[in-house]
């Protein structure tokens, strides 16, 4: 039986161990590499897996290199990734599904691991993703219904039996090496804002005293930027700490240019900046002063992380240097992350979605992939004594006076002969 692939054997170059050091790749780039290797390895599903009624499979004939890139795979997954939201998220219009960001999360980053080492023409995305689903529900202790998730991908005309779900949890499982537990960097978030203010206070960075409301918007900001890192590939190469710190930092640019943010109820259609001059409510400081976003121009972010590390004597200089530029490259896609598909945002804006990609690269998939190309069973033809009993049957009809009981005898068997 050929079982899916893990990312420490895809690239043995990740020593094994923690989840960071079998899943975090060295650079954006890679990601392109690991999926090329994925689709050119297609390791085939068995037959039943697990023996739990999942339908047959068949393996691509080996002397057949499939021609679906690592792009297009890409394209994909990142269709199916877009639904997370709207299936199980916070603003979720099926309220039984809907659950807090953390099991969205957790479902897209299972599913970004498992597709690095492992190709879509081997694997059906779409019962990868509802098999993440309920996975993740479980792992964050908010478990959601194998029963209830099929029945919602019934209701959009999509078939996911609970059998499908379950044999699929099973194939996710091993194909990120049973490494379920994610880290979530929100609660960091707080933190890291917080000891930033005290910090700025002390360094006399910012001119609003601690009880303000100056990094209440830097928090509800970066919490935005911070969505839109972890429900991208970032989350493949940046460990969560560092996700907080490019948040923060583009953040501060943002604040900087003179934007401010304006809160949305629903995040999932979107995101909203708003010109500092736009908003209603004026921030003044305990003078009277007007007090606005250029005052940010004092914090340093760089600054920051070389005096407080150096404080925690946690780093030495050429780590904290490595740091700092490690960030810098990390800033650049940041800052497209809603513009650039390459990099899978499931916050992608719709007018940046190319579903004529999509359309093309699903088209040259169903040629090449090794699911959903199972063996229906011939239906076994109808015994001789079975028609004739049916014959027989309506003949009966005809004679008898009434006619009606014994006409609905003879349709009822019709039916029946027709099932078997």
Known sequence: MTNPTTTSEAFPAVKPGSTAEMFLLPSIDSLKEARETANKQMNPIPSCAFGLGAATYTSMPAATPPSLTAGESCAIISFYLRQLKSICGPGAPNKRLSRPNEISNTASILLRRFYLSNSILSFDPLKMLVAAIFLASKVEDRKISSKQLSEHVA??????????????????????????????????????????RQFSLKKGWYPMSASEKGFVKLYEMAAVHLDDCT?????LVYSP???????????????????????????????????????EDVEEDEDGNIVNDRDWSKVSIKQYIIERFAELKKFDEAQTTSLIKDMEEALKYAKVLRTDPTLNCCNLGEDYVDMKEVKAANKKCKKERTWGKEKVPPVPPVKEEGEGVVKKAKEEAKVEEDGKGEKRKASEMEVIDVDI
């Open 241 to 279: 700490g560092k996700l907080v710190i490019i948040s923060v930092w583009l953040t501060l640019l943002d604040l900087k240019s003179g934007l401010g943010y304006e809160a949305e109820k629903d995040r999932g259609g979107g995101g909203g900046f708003t010109s500092i001059e736009e908003e």
């Open 155 to 196: 209701s959009l005309n999509k078939e996911v039996s609970v059998d499908d779900i379950i044999s699929h949890e099973l194939l996710l499982m091993e194909g990120v090496s049973f490494q379920l537990h994610q880290t979530h960097p929100f609660r960091a978030l707080i933190g890291f804002v917080d000891d930033l």
């Open 231 to 235: 429900f991208s590939d970032m989350v």
